[in-house]
Every structure is written in C-alpha cells, then in structure tokens.
C-alpha cells in the first residue's frame, strides 16, 4: 500500500475510486502534500465546468485553515473573472459531479468551499503519513541547488544567531535569537539543506575592552577560581558604573558642539580604549586575559544551550575574524573613494558618507575610530567575506534584535554593494524580530542564561506539583523529564509569538498547563505515547473498522493532519514558527476531543490506534522541528514512553 513514488501513490488512488493518472498542475507536490491531491481532484473538476487557464484555477484554491469551514476554497472572481461569485457558485454547485473524493460543495460569500468525505480521510492519510514517517511535512526539493538537475548538491545554509557580548549578562534579545535561529536552522535541515549554525560572539573591541579595565581595577583570581562567569559579570557592572557618567557627559559636551576627546583622554574612558589598543597590538598580558574570559564563556554557553536544544557548529566571534581580510577590506574601500578620513585635532577617523553614496539616509559609519582600533561594522565586513569563502554558502541568514541594529545590517547590506559584491548581498538575509518583553522585570538584571533556565524548572517544579495528575504521567521524580518540560514551556512561549510582536514574559503562564503551551504540548503527547504503547498498530483495517474513525470528531482531527505540509512550507517561506505552534494546539485541542471518546476505561478500537499513531508521527514531526524534545524521548517513571512504530504490521 505504498505512496511514496507516483506509480504506487496513483495505483493505490485507483484502488480507493479515484480517476487516474492524477490529473497535472505544474504547482502540485502530491508526493509530499496530500492536500494538493484534493486540489489537482479539485483544479480538474472545475476546469470541466469553466473555461480558463487550468493552472489560474490550480493557483485559485486556497485552504481556509480552519477545518469547520472546509477544506478546500476556491476564489470565485479569481476563478472566472467579472463573474457574480453567487451566480458562478450557485451554477456549479449545481453541476458539481460525483467524486469519491468529495462531499458537495457549499457557497460562502466570494468562495465556493468544499471538504473531503469522512470515508476517504482515514483510507488516504493513514498509508500516506506512515510511508513518510518523520519525512511527512518536509520537501527535500528545497534543498537542490539546481532544480533542473537534481544531482547539483545540496544547498549551504549559515545562520548566525544568539551571538551574546561575553562582557556582559545575556539579554533577552539574545535568548529570542537564540531560540529563533535554531527554528529557522531546524526547518532548513528538515527540508534538506546543509546548515552551518555560527555563534558569532562579542569577544573583541570596546566592551571587552571595558571588561578588561574593570578587571584590571576589581579582579579577583580566588573570586574568578569561585565563580569565573558571575565574577566577571560583577566586575563588569562595577567598571560601567563607574564609565555611564563619564558616557553621559561625552555626549553632552558634543551636542552642544563641544571636543569630548579630553574626557575621553581620562579616567575610564581611557583605560577602556587603551585595553583595546592593547589587545589589537597583541599585547601578551591583554591577550592572555582575553582569550582566559573567551574560553570559560564558551565552555559554560555550551553547556547552557545544550539544555535548550541548541548546538553550534562554529563558536565565533569578532576576535576571530581575519586580520588581513580586514587589511583588504579597508583598502577596497579606499581605493574606491568609498570610505574617507575624518582628522580631529590630533585623531583621525575613517568613516563612509552613506548619504554621500547611495542618498539614503542611513547616516555616517565609521569602520576605525579615533584610537586606531577596527570597529564592529568593519570587522563584520570582513567576516562575510570570510565566511563566503569558507563555507560558499547559497544563504546566509542573521537572526538579530531590530534595535540598535535597525541601521545596522542595511549599511553592511549597502556597503558590500558599494565595494562591488552585489551577488554576495543577494545571499544574505536579516531576519530581525521585536526584542520587546519583560524578561528583565519577571527575573531582574544581571542575569546569566543558567538562571533564565534554572527559574523555569524552578515554576515548572510548582506547576506539575499543582496538576498532579498531569505530573505523575510526565515523570514527577525524574529531574531529566522536569528540565526538558521546563525548557519546552520556555521554547513554546517564545516560538508561539510572531517575530514582529511585542508579548509578554510570564514564567507562570508558559509553565501552566493552559492549552497552546508547552507542558500542555508534552501532555498530550505523552498521554498519547501511553494509550499507544501497548498496542500494535495495523492499515489491515476493514470497513467496519473504518467507521470508528469516519465520525465529525476524527475527522475533524484528520483535516488539520492533512494540513501539516502546508503549514511547515509555509513557515519555510516566511520563517515563522507562530504559526507551527497555533497549528500544534489546534491538533492537541481536536484530539482531547477524541480522547474523551475513551474516558471510562474503553479500549481503542484497531482504526482509532492508526489515528492516534497518525497523531502522534505528526506531533513529533512539529515539535522536531521547533526544537523541542518530544516525551517519547524521556523516561516517565522509569518507562520510556517509546511508542514502537515498528509494530505497525503493513498489508496491501
């Protein structure tokens, strides 16, 4: 009962009533969406009753999203234009033949809805989504460099993401790139691209600069030996109080038109830009501390993202960046009259007029101060072209906060147009996101990535205490199944909200087990790996069998099933993970629907153990791709809630 190529997927469309071949639509993926099987069915039937361009029709029909209101839509002024959508709706309708696809259609304003009937969800999805298994909801199309010759190779993907200051604590705008990036990394190895995940740290120029000189002033070895991470982060907040007055008063004096280089000549202010002379000229003493605090933050950073599922491939970071590289960068940009120099007194600055070149207004960059020392737009120059010609990536995508940064990467983007590489720009991509949330107020400031976490299995300890029902099914002694459910409850707050959108940071809220967060997600999964496991799931079904899963509730869960390729192909072109999340609870919510069939003790019936384990492939599947550990991979009690999909017995 195959489905995976299609000669078997047509044979095995006959076998349930349907014309073949399957009628063709250059748009159509029916080997990897089974919702455009409905569409080509669809697409054609309406071709037989209206003249037009068949692919216009194809493109026509959408999916309302919502299972109450149909599965399929088509758009009625879009379909035939300068018709009456009630006229056209009404005349086909009444024309509409029988297919053993489709119930009748129904008119809705401008569109004419239809749904698949009840009998042919479960003999389609079953057999299609077990072939597929973990491959149900990916295209490894996406990832051929040449659609034309599917030999060409796999595309390379770099995602740069979190990149957290190592002088400083770990904000929240890095936790969300933290958490974005590896989504969108995620996504793109499940459609079959070669990902590189960089975190590019801030390890280099001014504020490791003020680390540096706060060291030099508060350092304490037994206090480092101690607490290397919390007494460097100490240190730092000690030296920038001292230094934001002295910051405060540059700026004055510059508003008002004055020279701020004698305060800047002074106090910390000096020390900061000496350390970084220092560090740039190699000096040994400022080396040795330097590459000290780089290396104890990266040995505690890998530990901290490995508790929120996420790996790098490369730790990186402004420090590694090539010195000749930044050398050739700096000459391209004079040698093109792109850059220009900026004399003050005895300082000179090299800066770029981006208003000068391009008449936007995106204001002055400066690439080396009046120090000397490189600055971080210029070093991230030089990091694209380091990083092109290591990895000769096809896309290269950050994933930063859109605050300071607003201006930021469209003067890189502008820039490397400028020195002639706009071939090189055409591959890379800002994903940015609001970095607006109260993670400061709900944990304070100063915080490190270890408490962020340590304060969520922390609420999710209270939270499973509350329910304890809920807790003892996933594992309330097993402090493994604790952290991954607290790190779940964290993941699904933040990936349920929209990139663009402020929300809010409620450690309560996301720990509960309210519908649509994460502990409800791994609830229900593993209420649904524990009414599995002691079954053998099987496609020999009869029609009899058939009619246990044929009812408004199962297939009102079949429909959103049905839908999951189009929601991740969806979330692949807009790099949204909000609506992956909305699309999770919208099955955990119809299949506690299902569920409530078998309260009182009631064993599922041989149709209704397919649906679930149906259920269960396409939960994982999301949650895989969100970055969240599914509960099949903990131990509850003891037991791993392992669900054998081995057990499914396959008979043609």
């Not at 994933?399 to 820039?415: E, G, L, N």
């Amino acid at each position: 009962m195959a489905t995976l190529t299609i000669t078997e997927l047509e044979a095995f469309l006959g076998r349930l009533g349907l014309k073949v071949p399957i009628p063709h639509f250059n748009a159509a993926e029916v080997l990897k969406k089974p919702l455009d099987i409905g569409r080509c069915y669809f697409a054609d039937i309406l071709n037989s009753l209206v003249d037009g361009d068949p692919n216009n029709t194809y493109t026509s029909i959408l999916s309302p999203g919502d299972v109450f209101n149909g599965d399929l839509a088509v758009i009625l002024p879009r379909l035939k234009h300068g018709s009456k959508p009630n006229v056209l709706g009404v005349e086909l309708i009444t024309t509409f033949p029988e297919c053993a696809l489709f119930n009748l259609p129904f008119l809705d304003g401008v569109q004419l809805r239809i749904m698949f009937k009840p009998q042919i969800l479960p003999r389609l999805l079953f057999p299609y989504i077990h072939d597929q298994k973990e491959m149900y909801g990916q295209d490894t199309s996406l990832r051929v460099k040449d659609i034309s010759a599917p030999d060409s190779g796999r595309k390379k993907l770099v995602v740069d993401f979190s990149s957290p200051n190592i002088a400083s604590e770990f904000q929240g705008k890095h936790l969300r790139s933290t958490i974005i990036g590896s989504f969108i990394s995620n996504l793109h190895e499940s459609m079959g691209w070669d990902v590189c995940k960089i975190n590019y740290l801030g390890d280099w120029g001014m504020p490791i600069g003020l680390l540096g000189a706060g060291w030099e002033r508060y350092g304490s070895e037994e206090k480092f030996e101690a607490d290397p991470i919390g007494h460097l982060l100490e240190v730092y907040h000690k030296v920038n109080a001292e230094f934001v007055p002295e910051v405060v008063e540059s700026k004055r004096i510059r508003d008002g038109g004055g020279d701020s280089a004698e305060i800047e000549s002074k106090g910390v202010f000096a020390e900061r830009n000496s350390f970084c002379k220092r560090i740039e000229d190699g000096e040994e003493k400022a080396i040795g501390f330097w590459k000290r605090v780089r290396d104890v933050n990266i040995e505690n950073y890998t530990k901290l993202y490995a508790r929120l599922n996420v790996s790098f491939d490369e730790y990186s970071g402004e420090s590694q960046v090539s010195p000749t590289i930044i050398a050739e960068v700096e000459e391209i940009l004079k040698s093109k009259g792109i850059s220009e120099v900026s004399e003050e007194g005895e300082s000179t600055t090299w800066l770029i007029d981006l208003k000068k070149h391009t008449g936007r207004p995106l204001g002055t960059a400066i690439i080396r101060n009046r120090a000397g020392t490189s600055t971080y737009l210029l070093r991230e120059l030089a990091a694209v072209l380091e990083r092109y010609r290591k990895y000769k990536f096809d896309k290269m995508i950050y994933v930063v906060a859109s605050d300071q940064h607003t201006t930021h990467f469209p003067r890189v983007f502008k820039i490397l147009e400028l020195m002639g590489m706009s071939d090189l720009v055409n591959k890379l991509q800002w994903v940015n996101f609001s970095e607006s949330s109260q993670m400061s107020k709900q944990l304070g400031e100063g915080h490190m990535l270890g408490d962020i976490l340590d304060q969520y299995q922390t609420a999710m300890e209270g939270s499973l205490k509350e329910n304890p029902e809920k807790s003892a099914l996933l594992g309330d002694t097993d402090e493994e199944a604790l952290a991954a459910i607290g790190t779940t409850a964290l993941l699904a707050q933040e990936l349920a909200a929209r990139r663009a959108n402020n929300h809010a940071f409620d450690i309560c809220q996301m720990t509960s087990f309210d519908e649509g967060t994460g502990p409800d997600l791994q609830y229900w999964y593993a209420k649904l790996c524990s009414i599995l496991n002691p079954y053998h799931a099987t496609l020999d079904l009869t029609d009899e069998e058939y009619t246990f899963v044929e009812g408004e509730d199962q297939s009102n869960l079949l429909r959103y099933l049905i839908q999951y390729p189009d929601i991740t192909n969806t979330a692949y072109n807009t790099l949204e993970s909000a609506g992956i999340m909305a699309y999770l609870s919208s099955v955990m919510s119809q299949l506690s629907t299902c569920l409530g069939e078998l309260e009182g003790g009631a064993s599922p019936t041989p149709a209704q153990i397919m649906l679930y384990e149906t259920t269960r492939t396409v939960l994982e599947n999301g949650m895989k791709v969100l970055g969240i550990t599914p509960a099949m991979k903990l131990k509850v009690n003891g037991t791993s809630l392992v669900h054998d999909v081995e057990k499914i017995t396959l008979v043609d």
